[in-house]
Protein backbone atom coordinates (compact mmCIF):
# COMPACT_ATOMS: atom_id res chain seq x y z
CA UNK A 1 0.00 0.00 0.00
CA UNK A 2 1.56 3.11 -0.85
CA UNK A 3 1.12 6.16 1.66
CA UNK A 4 -1.17 9.14 1.26
CA UNK A 5 0.69 12.35 0.55
CA UNK A 6 1.05 14.02 3.71
CA UNK A 7 -0.78 17.03 2.35
CA UNK A 8 -4.01 15.28 1.59
CA UNK A 9 -4.19 15.02 5.38
CA UNK A 10 -4.16 18.41 5.68
CA UNK A 11 -6.53 18.96 3.57
CA UNK A 12 -8.94 16.56 5.33
CA UNK A 13 -12.37 16.86 6.49
CA UNK A 14 -12.00 15.17 10.15
CA UNK A 15 -8.72 18.06 10.72
CA UNK A 16 -10.88 20.61 10.28
CA UNK A 17 -11.82 22.09 13.44
CA UNK A 18 -10.62 18.57 14.91
CA UNK A 19 -6.66 18.76 16.35
CA UNK A 20 -7.04 15.19 17.62
CA UNK A 21 -8.32 13.86 14.20
CA UNK A 22 -6.13 15.52 12.68
CA UNK A 23 -2.92 14.09 14.70
CA UNK A 24 -4.47 10.83 14.35
CA UNK A 25 -4.54 11.22 10.46
CA UNK A 26 -0.72 12.48 10.63
CA UNK A 27 0.14 9.14 12.56
CA UNK A 28 -1.63 6.88 10.18
CA UNK A 29 0.64 8.64 7.23
CA UNK A 30 3.66 8.42 9.35
CA UNK A 31 3.13 4.69 9.83
CA UNK A 32 2.99 3.95 6.53
CA UNK A 33 5.86 5.97 5.52
CA UNK A 34 8.01 3.91 8.32
CA UNK A 35 6.56 0.58 6.98
CA UNK A 36 7.75 0.98 3.69
CA UNK A 37 11.06 2.20 4.68
CA UNK A 38 10.97 -0.91 6.74
CA UNK A 39 10.18 -2.62 4.22
CA UNK A 40 12.68 -1.71 1.57
CA UNK A 41 15.87 -2.03 4.27
CA UNK A 42 14.34 -5.42 5.56
CA UNK A 43 14.18 -4.46 9.17
CA UNK A 44 11.22 -6.34 10.92
CA UNK A 45 8.38 -4.19 10.79
CA UNK A 46 6.71 -2.54 13.77
CA UNK A 47 3.79 -0.34 14.27
CA UNK A 48 2.03 1.68 17.31
CA UNK A 49 -1.53 2.17 16.51
CA UNK A 50 -4.89 2.41 18.25
CA UNK A 51 -6.52 -0.24 19.63
CA UNK A 52 -9.86 -1.27 18.39
CA UNK A 53 -12.34 -3.49 19.92
CA UNK A 54 -11.09 -6.56 17.79
CA UNK A 55 -7.97 -6.70 20.23
CA UNK A 56 -8.98 -7.59 23.21
CA UNK A 57 -8.50 -10.56 23.20
CA UNK A 58 -4.31 -10.00 22.04
CA UNK A 59 -4.63 -7.23 25.24
CA UNK A 60 -5.79 -10.35 27.41
CA UNK A 61 -3.21 -12.42 25.99
CA UNK A 62 -0.61 -10.47 26.10
CA UNK A 63 -1.03 -9.10 29.39
CA UNK A 64 -1.27 -12.83 30.77
CA UNK A 65 1.70 -13.15 28.74
CA UNK A 66 3.45 -10.56 30.61
CA UNK A 67 2.15 -10.43 34.16
CA UNK A 68 2.79 -14.18 34.63
CA UNK A 69 6.61 -13.03 34.36
CA UNK A 70 6.21 -9.85 36.28
CA UNK A 71 4.16 -10.45 39.12
CA UNK A 72 4.76 -13.77 39.72
CA UNK A 73 3.49 -12.97 43.85
CA UNK A 74 -0.12 -12.01 43.03
CA UNK A 75 -2.09 -15.30 43.55
CA UNK A 76 -4.40 -17.33 40.68
CA UNK A 77 -7.63 -15.62 42.08
CA UNK A 78 -6.18 -11.89 42.14
CA UNK A 79 -5.07 -12.18 38.54
CA UNK A 80 -8.54 -13.69 37.75
CA UNK A 81 -10.51 -10.65 39.03
CA UNK A 82 -7.75 -8.11 37.63
CA UNK A 83 -8.26 -10.00 33.85
CA UNK A 84 -12.08 -9.63 34.21
CA UNK A 85 -11.50 -5.74 35.39
CA UNK A 86 -9.57 -5.24 32.46
CA UNK A 87 -11.26 -6.82 29.90
CA UNK A 88 -15.09 -5.54 30.87
CA UNK A 89 -14.06 -1.78 32.28
CA UNK A 90 -10.32 -0.73 31.85
CA UNK A 91 -9.84 -1.34 28.42
CA UNK A 92 -13.25 0.74 27.67
CA UNK A 93 -12.15 3.75 29.67
CA UNK A 94 -8.26 4.08 28.27
CA UNK A 95 -6.91 5.48 25.85
CA UNK A 96 -4.79 2.05 24.48
CA UNK A 97 -1.98 2.01 21.87
CA UNK A 98 -1.16 -1.64 20.85
CA UNK A 99 2.70 -2.20 19.13
CA UNK A 100 2.56 -4.59 16.27
CA UNK A 101 6.02 -6.71 15.30
CA UNK A 102 5.20 -8.09 11.69
CA UNK A 103 1.64 -7.38 11.67
CA UNK A 104 0.80 -9.09 15.06
CA UNK A 105 0.00 -7.20 18.59
CA UNK A 106 3.25 -7.69 20.59
CA UNK A 107 2.31 -5.28 23.45
CA UNK A 108 0.19 -2.59 24.35
CA UNK A 109 0.24 1.27 26.81
CA UNK A 110 -2.97 2.36 28.20
CA UNK A 111 -3.59 5.53 29.62
CA UNK A 112 -5.66 7.63 31.40
CA UNK A 113 -5.10 11.20 31.49
CA UNK A 114 -1.42 11.57 32.41
CA UNK A 115 -1.41 7.97 34.46
CA UNK A 116 0.14 4.78 32.47
CA UNK A 117 -2.19 2.16 33.65
CA UNK A 118 -0.40 -0.56 32.12
CA UNK A 119 2.57 -0.98 30.10
CA UNK A 120 2.88 -4.43 29.04
CA UNK A 121 5.14 -6.27 26.39
CA UNK A 122 5.29 -10.22 25.57
CA UNK A 123 8.09 -11.51 27.38
CA UNK A 124 9.30 -12.87 23.27
CA UNK A 125 9.32 -9.23 23.00
CA UNK A 126 10.72 -7.57 25.99
CA UNK A 127 14.13 -6.14 26.10
CA UNK A 128 13.71 -5.12 21.61
CA UNK A 129 12.60 -1.76 22.52
CA UNK A 130 8.91 -1.73 22.44
CA UNK A 131 8.00 -0.94 25.70
CA UNK A 132 10.24 2.39 25.72
CA UNK A 133 8.98 2.76 22.01
CA UNK A 134 4.90 2.92 23.67
CA UNK A 135 6.51 4.84 26.20
CA UNK A 136 8.08 7.56 23.61
CA UNK A 137 4.27 7.52 22.18
CA UNK A 138 3.10 8.51 25.20
CA UNK A 139 5.34 10.87 26.09
CA UNK A 140 4.84 12.55 22.75
CA UNK A 141 1.47 13.84 23.76
CA UNK A 142 1.68 14.40 27.57
CA UNK A 143 4.69 17.04 29.24
CA UNK A 144 4.30 14.42 32.09
CA UNK A 145 3.72 10.77 33.05
CA UNK A 146 3.05 9.00 36.16
CA UNK A 147 2.61 5.24 36.88
CA UNK A 148 2.50 3.09 39.69
CA UNK A 149 4.81 -0.39 39.56
CA UNK A 150 4.73 -3.16 42.38
CA UNK A 151 7.59 -2.67 44.55
CA UNK A 152 8.24 -6.53 43.60
CA UNK A 153 8.76 -6.06 40.18
CA UNK A 154 12.31 -5.37 40.00
CA UNK A 155 12.26 -5.68 36.33
CA UNK A 156 9.74 -2.77 35.63
CA UNK A 157 11.19 -0.13 38.28
CA UNK A 158 14.72 -1.07 36.48
CA UNK A 159 12.99 -0.32 33.16
CA UNK A 160 10.91 2.72 34.48
CA UNK A 161 14.25 4.69 36.08
CA UNK A 162 16.65 3.42 33.19
CA UNK A 163 13.71 5.19 30.97
CA UNK A 164 14.06 8.64 33.61
CA UNK A 165 10.80 8.21 36.01
CA UNK A 166 11.32 9.61 39.11
CA UNK A 167 10.48 6.97 42.35
CA UNK A 168 8.07 8.81 44.44
CA UNK A 169 5.62 7.57 47.40
CA UNK A 170 5.80 3.94 48.34
CA UNK A 171 2.39 3.00 49.32
CA UNK A 172 -0.39 -0.84 49.70
CA UNK A 173 -2.52 -1.26 46.32
CA UNK A 174 -5.43 -1.73 48.09
CA UNK A 175 -6.72 -4.16 45.56
CA UNK A 176 -3.91 -6.32 45.35
CA UNK A 177 -2.87 -5.77 49.02
CA UNK A 178 0.68 -5.29 47.74
CA UNK A 179 3.35 -2.27 48.31
CA UNK A 180 3.22 -0.34 44.88
CA UNK A 181 5.79 2.93 44.47
CA UNK A 182 4.72 6.03 42.70
CA UNK A 183 6.72 6.99 39.67
CA UNK A 184 6.98 10.33 38.11
CA UNK A 185 7.99 11.61 34.51
CA UNK A 186 8.72 15.01 33.50
CA UNK A 187 9.75 16.71 30.63
Known amino acids: MMPVPRHQYRKNQKCEGNPSGCRFLLAQYDHQVRRLQATLIGIPLTMIRPYSPSDKPAVLHI ?6 IAHPFLSATLVAQAEAMIRDQFLDLAETWMIDADDTPAGFIALLGNEVGGLFVLPSHQGKGYGRALLDHARHTRAELELCV ?3 NHQARGFYKAYGFQAGEERLNS ?7 VMHLSR
Open 63 to 68: WREASA
Open 150 to 152: FAA
Open 175 to 181: FFDQPEI
